[in-house]
């Protein structure tokens, strides 16, 4: 498995803008689908946006669509999501996530960074 370590949350006003990064460990990280999730107070987690190892197959979920991009460094381990046009209900724990196959369903990856906050303000 891939150790995964979040950073980049922090408190923003509607539409700012903000990046979160996802740190990996392990030397087969380009092997991996990589996934951004969230989780709201009292919600469920939900699907933000996955990239297949190569960063060239990306989906997102309707509710960030046009505002929010994927993208992943193989090199350096890392993957990144750049979220624009924030509005309030983006407020979230977002986690990254990594696992074998590019799927919408959080069940389907086995390696979960801590979580980092993401507040947006209006």
């Known amino acids: 498995q891939v150790q995964l370590v979040e950073s980049g949350g922090g408190l923003v006003q509607a539409g700012g803008s903000l990046r979160l990064s996802c740190a990996a460990s392990?030397?087969?990280?380009?092997?991996?689908?990589m996934g951004w999730f969230r989780q709201a107070p009292g919600k469920e987690r939900e699907f933000v946006a996955v990239?297949?190892?190569?960063?060239?197959?990306?989906y997102y979920a309707d509710s960030v669509k046009g505002r929010f991009t994927i993208s992943r460094d193989n090199a350096k381990n890392t993957v990144n999501l750049q979220m624009n046009s924030l509005k309030p209900e983006d407020t979230a724990v977002y986690y990254c996530?990594?696992?074998?196959?590019?799927?919408?369903?959080?069940?389907?990856?086995?390696?979960w960074g801590q979580g980092t906050q993401v507040t947006v303000s209006s």
């Open positions: 392990g030397r087969t990280f380009s092997t991996y689908a």
């Open positions: 990239s297949n190892w190569s960063g060239g197959t990306t």
């Open positions: 996530a990594a696992g074998r196959i590019v799927t919408i369903r959080w069940g389907d990856f086995g390696s």
